[in-house]
């Protein structure tokens, strides 16, 4: 690695020198004491030794990383060298992490360790009894990194889930099926109604503009008359209407049940996908709404692909409690 200028000061400087250089203002501590806390990895001092504007820097990153790297080889001969510690998340996300329990709750972990206010104690406490499983993580890995003991960090993610949907999914297709029914009937019941109206209405007025009703409704009796068969008409009218009422009740009852049943359904879909969003990286790929060819009455709701093997989910949102009674192993063959 070229130092330029700065070559002479890198031979000459001890590996005690360079870990009293101190690092960058976001963060002015000796490199040996961040080193030994977690804070500079290998990828860190790397960006150092290339990049930094202070040549001392520089120079104390690169005998750093050269004794870094000799213990990694010395490491690799001693059969009796402890262990690395395989780490769930990386040693930044670890240090990124807040810590939930009070008088330091929302604080980031790697802070408060390097200012020395959390201690061992506190963060076997953290793995103990930390309810979220991220917290339970660090905290194993900032207390590996506080014994001196090696971790092994995991590998950089492959990217988000990828999911791939083959269209809409058999619950939306039957809502959009449902509300086109409700539509159409309520449409139909209204037009049937405002014919029912108008005509009514068409024929009051050719009975009351009649030459031969006329002279009736001239007179007491003949008014009476009319308006006691209007009211005959509209109570016979109300009579009819009511059971027509009653099973369009029931009627519209059951299909917005229908509706609301295949909502629940989809959006159970969309929390199990979310999850999943959430959970697995681009190594697996997941296949949603897969028709049959020959059935296209319902679908696979999702079919998810990825180093474990293939797996095919049939997703249902019922509320309650359940129990699973038995399990059936099915060997990888079928």
């Known amino acids: 690695m070229s130092m330029g200028g700065n070559d002479t000061d890198m031979q000459s400087m001890s590996l005690e020198e360079a870990r009293s250089v101190l690092w960058l203002r976001n963060n002015p501590r000796p490199l040996g004491e961040l080193l030994d806390k977690g804070y ?15 040549p001392r820097l520089r120079a104390a990153a690169t005998v750093l990383l050269k004794h870094l790297e000799n213990e990694e080889a010395v490491r690799t001969v001693l059969p009796d ?89 058999f619950s939306e297709r039957k809502q959009l099926q449902w509300v086109m029914i409700e539509g159409m009937v309520l449409g139909l019941l209204m037009a049937g109604m405002i014919w029912a109206g108008g005509y009514s ?24 008359a009319f308006i006691l068969a209007l009211i005959f008409l509209f109570a016979v009218g109300a009579l009819l209407v009511w059971p027509l009422n009653l099973l369009m009740d029931l ?47 319902a679908d696979i709701d999702a079919v998810l692909v990825g180093p474990l093997g293939v797996w095919v989910l049939e997703i249902k949102t019922f509320g309650g409690q ?10 990888p063959k079928h």
């Open 81 to 169: 060298s402890p262990p690395a510690i395989a780490a769930r998340i990386s040693v930044e996300q670890a240090r990124c992490t807040p810590w939930p329990f009070k008088p330091f709750k929302g604080e980031l972990m790697g802070r408060l360790v390097d200012a020395q206010r959390l201690s061992l104690k506190d963060l076997v406490y953290a793995i103990e009894n930390a309810w979220d499983e991220r917290v339970r993580q660090a905290a194993i890995v900032l207390l590996a990194l506080r014994l001196n003991q090696i971790v092994q960090e995991p590998p950089p993610p492959a990217g988000l889930l990828k999911v791939i949907s083959g269209g809409r999914s």
């Open 201 to 224: 209405i068409a024929g009051i007025v050719r009975a009351t503009s009649s030459p031969r009703l006329t002279p009736l409704l001239t007179t007491p009796t003949g008014v009476v």
């Open 251 to 297: 009627g519209f009852k059951k299909l917005e049940r229908e509706i609301e049943n295949y909502r629940k359904g989809q959006e159970g879909e969309e929390r199990v996908v979310e999850l999943m969003r959430q959970n697995l990286d681009g190594k697996w790929t997941l296949l949603r709404n897969l028709v049959i060819p020959g059935r296209k009455r």
């Open 322 to 331: 359940y129990r699973n009674i038995a399990t059936c192993a099915v060997s």
């Open 40 to 54: 500079l990895n290998k990828r860190r001092l790397q960006w150092a030794a290339e990049r930094a504007y202070d």
